[in-house]
């Protein structure tokens, strides 16, 4: 069974930053290529931030230079570094995985606040 557990988030104020976490079991990991996406209310849900199985990186132009995605293929887990938070960068963040020919994988969703 896939698992894709996302924590670290919360309410931050505007400048601030949160670092979320995202511990995946079930697949093997280091054949998947990672991505956070966010949905705000009323929003469609974007990406934020992909990780190839190589280490590559993809990054909306909205969050470039702000947010970092890395990943720890030992630990199974990609992780997403927000700096410089926004209250345009409220939303749930998402986990995902991704594997050609494989239905997508998702995490339940963390909400991030970014509030002063």
């Known amino acids: 069974q896939v698992q894709l557990v996302e924590s670290g988030g919360g309410v931050v104020q505007p400048g601030g930053s949160l670092r979320l976490s995202c511990a995946a079991s079930?697949?093997?990991?280091?054949?998947?290529?990672m991505g956070w996406y966010r949905q705000a209310p009323g929003k469609q849900r974007e990406l934020v931030a992909e990780i190839s199985t190589g280490g590559s990186t993809n990054y909306a132009d909205s969050v470039k230079g702000r947010f970092t995605i890395s990943r720890d293929n030992a630990k199974n887990t990609v992780y997403l570094q927000m700096n410089s938070l926004k209250p345009e960068d409220t939303a749930v963040y998402y986990c995902?995985?991704?594997?050609?020919?494989?239905?997508?994988?998702w995490g339940q969703g963390t909400q991030v606040t970014v509030s002063s």
């Open positions: 995902n995985a991704m594997r050609l020919k494989t239905p997508p994988e």
């Open positions: 079930g697949i093997i990991f280091r054949l998947y290529v």
